[in-house]
């Protein structure tokens, strides 16, 4: 009997259904809450207003000791320098620094800002690629880690130790390709094409510098462990390879930050719970890498190095949420429903690459359908959520959206809006305010207006 030929038939692509069902069950029905770390949403909005910045102690804390335990019981010498980049509110930072982090700094404003936490200078970790000559001076007599990012930088750093008759242990930041992530080799010496060896030599070779720390930092929301294995292995053949060329003695491997939130990027289809490593097993890989690595270093007399932490999101995005309220709501023209909320990219700067969680404030009541969140700026592009199923919202409905305690308070714009309270709940239903919410005080008290700028003719009728 002859195979009968099938038919060909044109192909055809359905769109992904917002909120249909999948594989992880689901069905598009938002989940609602009415408390943010045990505070009533409706009590937060009363006393602080709408838009709110909220941020957990215990959970700050809870994290960091989760971090530097999952290291600590797995490799004997950890430093932990808290990413202040990530969120350097003072409260934030002091919850860190309690926990017994270091700062972990990458601009003057960084460093002067840890200082006036009262972290020393010797606990700073000092990064980044622009680091004037005032700040390296004061580094320098404070004795801090100064990572060296450039040949110009080395230079300067250079002079600055000789005009201080000092010799200074110094870091250079290494790039490289682990094979996993994109390079991020604007930051650093290169290793492949020899630069960042040319650096060790250039330091081997002066009287004011002595090399004695690696680190690099290979990209951020790294999901795949094995990115680590790769970055600890060559840092560690190329700390064998300085040592032999340059004489030098290295004592410190910092490994930068990266470690995965519970967050999810655009697009990807898992949730975060599926794809995001426990810290946990990030540090294993890492200690179990390290410590294979560097066997047998401490017979040959050589050090074994400390490792440095420099983890930001990973302990602080959920211990972060922020409500928000609908200021009005509409239909657009292909019949999607939206709504405009008092935030938007202004203060979640993370929504131009997460899909953050929404819950909403009350009992969903109606059909969800596929919802667009704006934020309040006259911009397009402000959009906090393309595309979430919800139910019909209407003006005054709250909404929490988390985790956002990562970069948002840091990298957050003044555009047109003032930037709210921040508040952080210490437990037991109590609250305070650790960043008080800008007016026009606030914001205009920078400006100047020359003389002759103060009064214009549309002054004259102000009754009118
Ligand atoms: C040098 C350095 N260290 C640490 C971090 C913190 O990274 P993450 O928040 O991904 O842990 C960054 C972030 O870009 C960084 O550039």
Redesign the pocket.
Known sequence: MSEQKKTWMKPSLAPHVIGGLNKFGGGGVPTHRTEVDGNKIDDLVARFGSPLFILSEQRLRDNARRLIDAFETRYPDVIY?W?Y??NYLGAVCQVMHQEGAWA?V?SAFEYEKARSHGVPGNKIIF??PHKQREILEQAVAEGARI?IDNLDELYTLESVAADAERVVSVTI?LNFDTGFTDP?SR?GFNIESGQAMDAARRIGASDHLELKGL?S?I????LDTRAYEAQVRIMCAFMESAENETGCEINSI?I??????RNALHGSYLPPEQVVPEIEQYAQVICDTLLEATRGRTTRGKPQPTLIL????????DAGSLITSVVATKHLPDGRRSAVLDAGVNLLFTGFWYDHKVELAQEPEGIPEETVLYGPLCMNIDVVRSSISLPPLSIGNRMVISPVG??NNTQWMQFIEYRPNVVMTHGDGDVTVIREAEDLEHMTTLERIPEHLQTSSIMENEDV
């Open positions: 320098g990413s980049k990530t972990e990458v990064n980044g990572h930041r991020w930051f680190h930092h990209g951020t929301f790294i910092d930068g930050g990266g470690f995965a939130s420099e983890t930001g999101r990973a302990t602080v995005d990562a970069y």
